[in-house]
């Protein structure tokens, strides 16, 4: 039997592979300590997460019988990575299949920002009508600088473009997109140019605290920074300051340092658009990603080892 660890929610249809595999015993505990998962991982050949289990080089040193960290979701920074693989534990996860729910998100939040969605239906919650607090702004014609232009990022510039935006991109390597007219430019170039800014970076050491005083003193006055990516990627308290102060006029974040225990004063600065780390929550990326990887998972289990 191939015993499998569930320690994050995964849609039932992905369960329902397990349930239905005859030569698989699974078990689902959720919101376990660091302690707690040492203590539970050693019976298992795979643990599978989202991005709320820490799975740390402790938990791989405890780990007796672990074959395969399996992620549904894209990053793969709450894993210890080098640490598997020191071990010869395989990580597995499901780059791409979140991308329409995370560019969806993404165009969601720039209409928030620039309509002021959150704070004039915060109001009229409240029994008020103010009309003229709530001017906005149109995307049409504006410059949206994509900061990292994988698949999730030239989703966005598709529909982007499709809403009458010019895209300008920041990526280390060179990036093709036939379908959407676009300039390759700088990191500097791009904050000083465009009226959106928004991040589809992965977490490395070479992007946290990317985005950090100077950069963010760079990106254009009364623009807006959008960030669906890591929190990590933009320093928070130079945020803050940057918006106090008045030099951005918005930004939308769904993605924090830490989270759960997210920034409150950042969150509740009122020209900040604030959700918790929903990007890829919606139906259907979460079937999609959980099927994904608990298919990916059973096909490397199954290629590999045999237990009895
Ligand atoms: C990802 O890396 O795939 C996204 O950030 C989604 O994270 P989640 O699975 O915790 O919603």
Redesign the pocket.
């Known amino acids: 039997m191939y015993k499998i660890l569930v320690t994050?929610p995964l849609r039932q249809n992905a369960l329902q592979i397990f349930e239905e595999a005859p030569d698989v015993h699974y078990e689902t505990h959720y919101g376990l300590s660091e302690d707690e998962l040492i203590e539970k991982i050693k019976p298992f050949n795979a643990v599978l997460v989202?991005?709320?289990t820490q799975i740390s080089a402790k938990i791989i040193a405890a780990a007796e019988n672990l074959k395969v960290i399996g992620r549904?979701?894209?990053?793969l920074d709450n894993i210890d990575v080098k640490a598997a693989e020191k071990k010869g534990i395989k990580v597995l996860n499901t780059p791409g299949t979140?991308a329409p729910a995370?560019a969806e998100m993404t165009i969601a939040c720039l209409f928030a920002v620039a309509r002021n969605i959150a704070r004039a239906d915060h109001t009229m919650k409240q029994g008020l009508w103010e009309k003229k607090a709530f001017s906005g702004i149109e995307l049409n014609e504006r410059t949206l600088g994509i900061v990292g232009c994988g698949t999730i990022g030239k989703s966005v510039a598709r529909k982007a473009y499709a809403l009458g935006m010019q895209i300008v991109v920041y990526n280390r390597s060179r990036v093709e997109m036939d379908d959407v007219p676009f300039e390759q430019i700088g990191l500097d170039d791009l904050l000083r140019r465009a009226d959106f800014v928004s991040l589809h970076l992965a977490l490395s050491e070479e992007t946290r605290g990317l985005l950090g005083d100077r950069e963010l003193a760079l990106m254009k006055k009364d623009s807006y920074l959008i960030n669906t990516s890591r929190g990590e990627i933009v320093d928070e308290q130079a945020l803050l300051s940057h918006l106090e102060k008045g030099h951005l006029a918005g930004a939308a974040l769904d993605?924090f340092c830490n989270e759960p225990d997210y920034n409150k004063q950042l969150a509740a600065n009122a020209k900040v658009v604030a959700t918790p780390?929903?990007?890829?929550?919606t139906k259907e990326s979460q079937e999609r990603?959980g099927v994904r990887i608990a298919d990916l998972t059973l096909e490397f289990l199954r290629s590999k080892y045999i237990f009895l």
Do not use: L
């Not at 780390?277 to 929550?281: F, L, S, T, Y």
């Open positions: 994050d989202r991005s709320a549904a979701g894209s990053g979140n995370v993605v780390h929903i990007g890829a929550v990603v």
